[in-house]
């Protein structure tokens, strides 16, 4: 969900603190200490569970105090600046970095960057000859220890597996056609989504806003459909060819997965 105005000034107006998942910047300049900083933070977010880093938000003790914002036309010289600093000196690299602009006045905006919860973790800072591992806590950034590394990579390794698993099982399904409709017997293409962080920290549907149509996209199969359905897994919709078989179906899964086959 993108940052607003109205959300800004609701930091403000509540003093909220800073966390695990958002920081406060009065203003970021191009010193190697500057860099630096930045740079342990985004690869903080990345090797944690993402975040949002505010630069034109004052804080005081930790908690929002005022925006201070910084000056428009300097909006995407700045982008520009983080952007080459993240893909120079994070190593690997962190795909999807969102930065975004709000106005908060004529010739201010506080910018909002964006750190995604990384598949690619864990990520490096790689800055003056400093190769350094950093995670995201309550009370800020800490560098990481041997012991978080074992567990960073781990996670990443049981994450694939995990993955490959699901896949597998769900192909399994298919072949044998036993799946929740009775598919046909022409071949069949599946496509699958898969939220970052699966299985651990996948994000959870709204299935709510996907009954109320929301989110648009019931059936993602080329023909007509059926539905919303559902199963334990969650709801689905499903295409009909004749009698009591069906082309495809799409499947929502409460962890976040969505399977298209068709």
């Avoid at 609701?10 to 958002?22: D, I």
């Avoid at 220890?145 to 074992?150: A, K, Q, S």
Wanted: charge should be negative.
């Amino acid at each position: 969900r993108e940052i607003t105005r109205e959300n800004l000034d609701a930091l403000v107006e509540n003093s909220v603190e800073e966390n695990r998942r958002l920081e406060y910047k009065r203003e970021y300049n191009s010193s190697d200490q500057a860099k630096r900083k930045i740079l342990s933070e985004l690869s903080a977010f990345a090797n944690t569970d993402g975040g949002d880093i505010l630069i034109g938000v004052t804080e005081e003790d930790g908690l929002a105090h005022s925006l201070s914002g910084v000056p428009i036309d300097s909006i995407d010289r700045l982008k520009l600046s983080i952007q080459q600093l993240a893909d120079s000196c994070l190593d690997p690299k962190i795909i999807d970095l969102q930065m975004t602009s709000i106005e908060i006045s004529e010739n201010k905006a506080v910018l909002a960057i964006r750190v995604p919860l990384s598949f690619s973790a864990p990520h490096a800072l790689d800055f003056q000859g400093k190769h350094r591992f950093y995670r995201r806590t309550s009370s800020g950034v800490d560098q990481m220890d041997t012991e978080d590394l074992r567990i960073a990579f781990g996670k990443r390794t049981a994450s694939i597996e995990a993955i490959d698993t699901w896949i597998e099982s769900r192909n399994s399904l298919i072949r044998g056609r036993t799946t929740i409709v009775n598919l046909n017997k022409w071949p069949v293409i599946a496509v699958r989504m898969i939220p970052l962080g699966f299985p651990e920290t996948a994000a959870q549907l709204n299935f709510q806003d996907i009954q109320d149509g929301h989110m648009g996209w019931w059936n993602l199969g080329n023909n007509g459909y059926s539905g919303p359905q559902w199963n334990v897994d969650g709801p689905f919709t499903s295409t009909h060819y004749s009698g009591a078989y069906s082309t495809g179906y799409t499947q929502y899964f409460r962890q976040g997965n969505v399977e298209v086959v068709d």
